[in-house]
């Protein structure tokens, strides 16, 4: 088995947690356009006298908003806490 630097580990999981994180927000931003929608049109159609649609739409923007704020926007440092808490967990253990 190979052995690779920490410095190449750091760098790999970054990669990972990146890619990974545009593919989630690119799924609920695609779920959030396709609900909107339905709803909408189930809004015009079902009840078109109140605008009722506008309160889940809001509703799911503002949580893709957060996701993307927290779970992408916010990566870089996220993914530097983690990897100094695992160097931290990998010391203690290699001390005791």
């Not at 990146?18 to 695609?30: C, D, K, L």
């Not at 909107?36 to 503002?62: K, R």
């Amino acid at each position: 088995m190979a052995t690779i630097s920490l410095k190449d580990y750091q760098r790999a999981e970054r990669e990972v947690s990146i890619t990974q994180a545009r593919i989630g927000i690119g799924v609920h931003a695609a779920v959030t356009v396709l609900v909107c929608a339905i709803v909408i049109v189930i809004n015009v159609f079902a009840a078109p006298e109140f605008p009722w649609s506008v309160f889940p739409v809001v509703g799911m923007v503002l949580g893709l908003f957060l996701h993307w704020w927290f779970g992408y926007r916010h990566l870089e440092e996220m993914i530097q806490r983690h990897q100094m808490d695992i160097e931290r967990r990998a010391l203690t253990h290699s001390a005791g």
